[in-house]
């Protein structure tokens, strides 16, 4: 009712499989597309984390996935312990750590005094 006969008649005209190979080149783009803007990315930021969880010392402060921020008092190979009051240590998983804010034993000042 809707179809005209022109239409009905080059609907079986297509070749098979030649829809497949004119959507492979769209295919391909946009997975290249997602791995440089999503996967990349993702990847990179997670090897920044994993070597700022390596660097992480005794003396530094760190801020955990919670929001609580604490000084580290001993760092193991998987847990740290955090001081976040004092006389209050809390053993810490390191995948917890979000980010190191402040370096422990900063170095002196060049300032020269006259």
Do not use: C, W
Not at 20 to 46: D, H, K, V
Not at 69 to 74: A, L, N
Not at 85 to 114: H, Q
């Amino acid at each position: 009712m809707f179809a005209t006969p022109a239409f009905a008649q080059t609907a079986g005209a297509a070749a098979p499989g030649g829809d497949f190979l004119s959507m492979l080149p769209l295919l391909i783009g946009f997975i290249a597309i997602m791995y440089f803007f999503m996967i990349r990315p993702q990847q990179a930021q997670a090897k920044k984390h994993k070597a700022m969880l390596a660097a992480i010392k005794r003396n530094d402060t760190v801020v955990l996935t919670s929001g609580m921020i604490g000084k580290v008092t001993r760092v193991e190979e998987t847990e740290v312990m955090v001081e976040i009051a004092t006389g209050v240590n809390v053993r810490v998983v390191k995948a917890m750590i979000t980010d190191v804010r402040a370096k422990g034993e900063p170095a002196p000042a060049n300032d020269k005094v006259a």
